[in-house]
DNA sequence: AGTGCTTTGGTACTTTAGTATGACCACTTT
DNA sequence: AAAGTGGTCATACTAAAGTACCAAAGCACT
């Protein structure tokens, strides 16, 4: 939405500019080339802008596109993940335990198991190696 | 956004259709004209391709630029970055030491200066803190 | 030469993190 | 019904991580 916001205004501020240069040559009796100058002023911004888009895509769609196939073949719980995204999320293990009503027991259980899917010896690593996986 | 482009191209394209007539005069009053019309049709494509890369900026890649400032601000030394960028890849304090070639002591200090500069209570959450203030 | 600052390193201590092992329960599969 | 699976929790231990305090070397600055 923003994206509209931003190339309606940047369409009507470049058309009122073109349109008041124009009054200026209206003595020159010359409408046409002022509204000439104007439409394709606005056809190639809009070129411009489609253009753009469609080649940052490929790459956004990268970026974006994240977890999901990973998760399973690394054997990877539902619960596990919980505790994982809240270990990125920088929280001790008692935290985590609080947060998700269990014992800190437990949470050691998920992070020992989540180290060996993950072939991580520490929980930095772990974020680490789950941000390269595209898992967080 | 797509309504919006179609909306936009087809009104456009009447417009051009509606002022084809004047173009002819146009052509064969002055040649300058042209030259003007084609500067006017990059500068929008420029801007055109300008504006929708800064929109898209903001909701996609964000973490590309590192705020040196904010560094500064926070009054974080050239060492204590250098060990915050290891602790972010998930190295422990006596892997960093060797990398640095400093004893672990040593790292300690850094970690625990980091700590209280960027307010946190661990390293795991040091390392969100520093991302959310684009400084990794 | 003294001041201020970073960097470095140490000791001693407390707190988290992580490992290993075993156990219990709920639920599904065979 | 028996076996398997996932989640839960506990104990006991080792290994990191982090805190507090101190101290000294290496600088830049004036």
Redesign the pocket.
């Known amino acids: 939405m923003k994206k509209t916001v931003l190339v309606f205004s940047a369409l009507i501020i470049s058309l009122l500019l073109l349109f008041q240069l124009g009054q200026y040559s209206i003595i020159s009796k010359d409408m046409n080339i002022e509204i000439v100058i104007a439409v394709v002023a606005v056809v190639f911004f809009i070129i411009g802008v489609y253009l753009n888009k469609k080649s940052l895509h490929k790459n956004r769609v990268e970026s974006i596109e994240i977890d999901s196939k990973k998760i399973e073949e690394l ?1 990877i ?4 993940y919980e505790v994982l995204q809240l270990i990125s999320k920088g929280f ?3 935290e985590i335990g609080e947060k ?1 009503f ?2 800190e ?2 949470i ?5 198991n989540l ?1 060996v899917k993950l072939d991580a ?4 690593q772990a974020i680490q190696i789950a941000k390269e996986l595209r898992i967080l």
């Open positions: 054997d719980s539902k619960r596990e001790s293990n008692k998700l269990l014992s027991s437990t050691k259980t998920h992070v020992s180290l010896k520490r929980r930095t």
